[in-house]
């Protein structure tokens, strides 16, 4: 157990909907990474937030948003579904802002399923 | 920009067998390196990482990893597999001054009895 909690564990939905995934980090990290990870594309980064603000942006659609709240605990918003946005999507957490210096802690995943 | 290939998107050993994972690596300025772990339904668990130490490192579960800068590999071995090894293996470089990391698509390790 990593100490990182995802919830839910799975969510099915339909194309054109919006969904909302939640993290909550390990206790005393201060920074939350979120990743996608599908067949076609491996795990990719989607975007970074240290202590409430964003930290960097890697590959996220202008569909998807994220946010971090003041208790830490971090938000990522899917909106209007594609097919191709069924995914693990992950959630890691860190104690800085550079995770070459500290661990990444991950999550287990929810898994979406967009039909 | 970093970047890291994984050779062999699955690769199966005999119990007891050398298991040899292989990375390279891609990386503008001195890279910072990790291998992950990732077991059926689970989230990803660090085994080990490179931070410009010591050349060879080691991880949990007895894997380790050699850092060759000539060669820009970091590949993952273990002298003996066991059973439970069975996992697909990930290989990962930070980018940069950002903390996010960068994935290799990583190789799915069979190991049979």
């Known amino acids: 157990d990593s100490g990182v909690t995802q919830t839910p564990k799975h969510l099915i939905t339909a194309t054109g909907q919006r969904v909302t995934l939640r993290c909550s980090p390990r206790?005393?990290?201060?920074?939350v990474y979120w990743y996608q990870q599908s067949l076609d594309q491996g795990l990719q980064f989607l975007i970074q937030?240290?202590?409430?603000?964003?930290?960097a942006k890697g590959n996220i659609l202008e569909r998807f948003s994220a946010q971090q709240f003041p208790d830490l605990h971090s938000e990522l918003n899917l909106s209007s579904l594609e097919l191709g946005d069924s995914a693990l999507y992950f959630c890691?957490?860190?104690?800085?802002?550079?995770?070459?210096?500290?661990?990444?802690?991950f999550g287990p995943g929810t898994r979406l399923t967009v039909l | 920009a970093q970047s890291v290939t994984q050779l062999g998107s699955h690769v199966s050993v005999s119990e007891g067998a050398l298991v040899l994972l292989r990375c390279n690596y891609s990386?503008?300025?001195?890279?910072?390196l990790f291998w992950y772990v990732q077991y059926p339904n689970q989230g990803l668990q660090l085994l080990l990482k490179?931070?410009?130490?010591?050349?060879l490192v080691k991880g949990i579960n007895g894997f380790e990893a050699e850092f060759k800068k000539s060669e820009t590999s970091f590949h993952l071995t273990k002298p003996s597999a066991h059973m439970s090894d069975a996992a697909e293996y990930f290989c990962?470089?930070?980018?940069?001054?950002?903390?996010?990391?960068?994935f290799g698509k990583g190789t799915k390790l069979s190991v049979k009895p």
């Open positions: 206790s005393g990290d201060l920074s």
């Open positions: 990962a470089v930070s980018e940069g001054s950002q903390g996010n990391l960068i």
């Open positions: 490179y931070t410009s130490a010591a050349t």
């Open positions: 990386s503008s300025v001195p890279p910072y």
């Open positions: 890691a957490s860190s104690v800085g802002s550079r995770g070459f210096t500290d661990t990444q802690y």
């Open positions: 937030y240290y202590n409430g603000e964003e930290r």
